[in-house]
């Protein structure tokens, strides 16, 4: 991904070196702070305020209620980290919608063999305030 591809979302404070996925989901499992990696680049996410989290609340129930009975499509909120393998890409969107199987990434850390749900392979949605 190049720099004109990183999204205007994205937090302005970037860890200064590259870094690799396996790097990157350490830093997420040992910190308690959420993070942006785009192709070897970490962002630190800012804490939202309240006007963005009323209107990315309002979409994800929005979005819940439109497809509730549908079974072909999940919702989530911005609780869920999502992987785009094709850009090398995660992140969490404000609302996110998957339609068929959830494909969820197996992460394993040395200190728990447990497999970690850390990402889901979809497409999501940013609300900018």
């Known amino acids: 991904m190049t720099a004109a591809a990183i999204p205007a979302t994205a937090p302005a404070q970037v860890l200064q070196c590259r870094y690799s996925v396996e790097g990157y989901l350490e830093i997420e499992r ?3 702070q ?7 680049l970490i962002y630190l996410m800012a804490g939202a305020k309240p006007p963005h989290l009323r209107i ?9 209620n439109a497809l509730e009975n549908r079974v072909d499509y999940e ?8 992987y ?18 959830t ?5 394993r850390n040395r200190r728990n063999p ?5 990402c889901r392979s979809a497409v999501g949605l940013r609300c900018r305030v």
Do not use: W
């Not at 959420?34 to 070897?40: D, K, V, Y």
């Not at 785009?84 to 199987?101: E, H, I, Q, S």
């Not at 494909?103 to 992460?107: H, L, S, T, Y």
């Open 34 to 40: 959420r993070h942006i990696f785009i192709n070897g």
């Open 103 to 107: 494909r969820v990434c197996q992460q």
């Open 84 to 101: 785009l393998p094709r850009f090398n890409y995660y992140y969490y969107p404000d609302a996110l919608v998957m339609a068929g199987k």
């Open 75 to 82: 919702v989530f909120n911005s609780e869920t980290k999502i």
């Open 56 to 64: 990315s609340g309002n979409v994800f129930g929005q979005l819940y």
């Open 30 to 32: 040992k910190t308690n």
């Open 114 to 118: 447990e497999s970690y749900p850390h």
